[in-house]
Protein backbone atom coordinates (compact mmCIF):
# COMPACT_ATOMS: atom_id res chain seq x y z
CA UNK A 1 0.00 0.00 0.00
CA UNK A 2 1.00 3.56 -1.11
CA UNK A 3 -0.22 6.50 -0.86
CA UNK A 4 1.65 9.44 -2.00
CA UNK A 5 0.72 12.94 -1.96
CA UNK A 6 2.60 15.77 -4.66
CA UNK A 7 1.40 19.12 -4.10
CA UNK A 8 1.89 21.42 -1.53
CA UNK A 9 3.17 24.93 -1.76
CA UNK A 10 3.52 28.55 -0.33
CA UNK A 11 0.37 30.27 -0.72
CA UNK A 12 -1.20 33.82 0.24
CA UNK A 13 -3.90 33.79 2.78
CA UNK A 14 -7.24 34.10 0.58
CA UNK A 15 -5.47 32.09 -2.19
CA UNK A 16 -6.51 28.29 -2.82
CA UNK A 17 -4.93 25.38 -3.35
CA UNK A 18 -5.30 21.42 -4.31
CA UNK A 19 -4.04 18.51 -3.05
CA UNK A 20 -3.70 15.19 -4.24
CA UNK A 21 -2.96 11.73 -2.94
CA UNK A 22 -2.03 9.21 -5.42
CA UNK A 23 -3.39 5.43 -3.99
CA UNK A 24 -1.96 2.11 -5.32
CA UNK A 25 -1.04 -1.37 -3.80
CA UNK A 26 -5.03 -1.80 -2.77
CA UNK A 27 -8.31 -1.52 -4.42
CA UNK A 28 -8.94 2.30 -3.90
CA UNK A 29 -12.44 2.18 -4.67
CA UNK A 30 -13.46 -0.15 -1.47
CA UNK A 31 -12.23 2.01 1.23
CA UNK A 32 -12.91 5.29 2.74
CA UNK A 33 -10.13 8.19 3.06
CA UNK A 34 -9.42 10.81 4.98
CA UNK A 35 -7.13 13.81 4.79
CA UNK A 36 -5.33 14.64 8.47
CA UNK A 37 -3.13 17.38 8.98
CA UNK A 38 -0.63 18.81 11.66
CA UNK A 39 0.71 22.17 12.03
CA UNK A 40 3.93 22.92 13.86
CA UNK A 41 3.24 22.51 17.78
CA UNK A 42 0.08 20.64 17.43
CA UNK A 43 -1.39 17.32 17.58
CA UNK A 44 -2.48 15.82 14.11
CA UNK A 45 -6.02 16.90 13.58
CA UNK A 46 -8.54 15.05 11.25
CA UNK A 47 -9.72 17.25 8.30
CA UNK A 48 -12.18 16.01 6.04
CA UNK A 49 -13.12 12.22 5.27
CA UNK A 50 -15.10 10.25 2.11
CA UNK A 51 -16.76 7.39 1.59
CA UNK A 52 -15.41 4.66 -0.64
CA UNK A 53 -17.68 5.94 -3.39
CA UNK A 54 -17.54 9.47 -2.87
CA UNK A 55 -20.89 9.84 -1.99
CA UNK A 56 -20.77 11.09 1.54
CA UNK A 57 -17.94 13.71 3.15
CA UNK A 58 -17.68 15.01 6.14
CA UNK A 59 -15.75 17.84 7.55
CA UNK A 60 -13.77 19.38 10.43
CA UNK A 61 -15.35 22.73 11.65
CA UNK A 62 -12.48 25.12 11.24
CA UNK A 63 -12.61 23.98 7.19
CA UNK A 64 -15.93 23.42 6.76
CA UNK A 65 -17.12 26.04 3.66
CA UNK A 66 -13.63 26.04 2.39
CA UNK A 67 -12.65 22.95 1.91
CA UNK A 68 -13.68 20.27 -0.14
CA UNK A 69 -12.99 16.43 -0.49
CA UNK A 70 -13.25 14.22 -3.12
CA UNK A 71 -11.74 11.01 -5.42
CA UNK A 72 -11.83 9.86 -8.55
CA UNK A 73 -11.73 6.42 -8.37
CA UNK A 74 -11.21 5.55 -11.77
CA UNK A 75 -7.65 7.13 -11.43
CA UNK A 76 -7.08 5.82 -7.79
CA UNK A 77 -7.11 9.37 -6.03
CA UNK A 78 -8.44 11.54 -3.59
CA UNK A 79 -8.27 15.84 -3.72
CA UNK A 80 -8.53 18.23 -1.35
CA UNK A 81 -9.45 21.44 -2.59
CA UNK A 82 -8.41 24.04 -0.28
CA UNK A 83 -10.32 27.72 -1.23
CA UNK A 84 -10.18 30.48 1.13
CA UNK A 85 -6.88 29.80 2.74
CA UNK A 86 -6.08 31.31 6.17
CA UNK A 87 -2.49 31.50 8.08
CA UNK A 88 -3.80 28.72 10.56
CA UNK A 89 -4.19 25.76 7.87
CA UNK A 90 -0.25 26.17 7.95
CA UNK A 91 0.82 22.24 8.41
CA UNK A 92 2.07 19.11 7.12
CA UNK A 93 -1.33 17.45 5.25
CA UNK A 94 -1.73 13.94 5.23
CA UNK A 95 -3.73 11.30 3.61
CA UNK A 96 -4.88 8.12 5.29
CA UNK A 97 -6.77 5.18 5.07
CA UNK A 98 -7.70 1.97 7.18
CA UNK A 99 -7.72 -1.83 6.14
CA UNK A 100 -6.54 -4.67 7.86
CA UNK A 101 -4.02 -1.65 9.37
CA UNK A 102 -3.42 1.99 9.00
CA UNK A 103 -1.62 4.04 5.96
CA UNK A 104 -0.40 7.09 6.03
CA UNK A 105 1.08 9.51 3.43
CA UNK A 106 4.45 10.67 3.64
CA UNK A 107 2.74 14.14 4.20
CA UNK A 108 2.89 17.16 1.92
CA UNK A 109 4.04 20.85 3.33
CA UNK A 110 1.07 23.69 2.92
CA UNK A 111 2.46 27.25 4.01
CA UNK A 112 -0.20 29.92 4.32
CA UNK A 113 1.64 33.39 4.46
CA UNK A 114 1.57 36.87 3.23
Known amino acids: VQLVEPGGDLVQPGGSLRLSCAAS????????MRWYRQAPGKERELVAT????????NYADSVKGRFTISRDNAKNTMYLQMNTLKLEDTAVYFC????????WGQGTQVTVSS
Open 96 to 103: YTRMNFEY
Open 25 to 32: GFTFSKYP
Open 50 to 57: IDSLGDTT
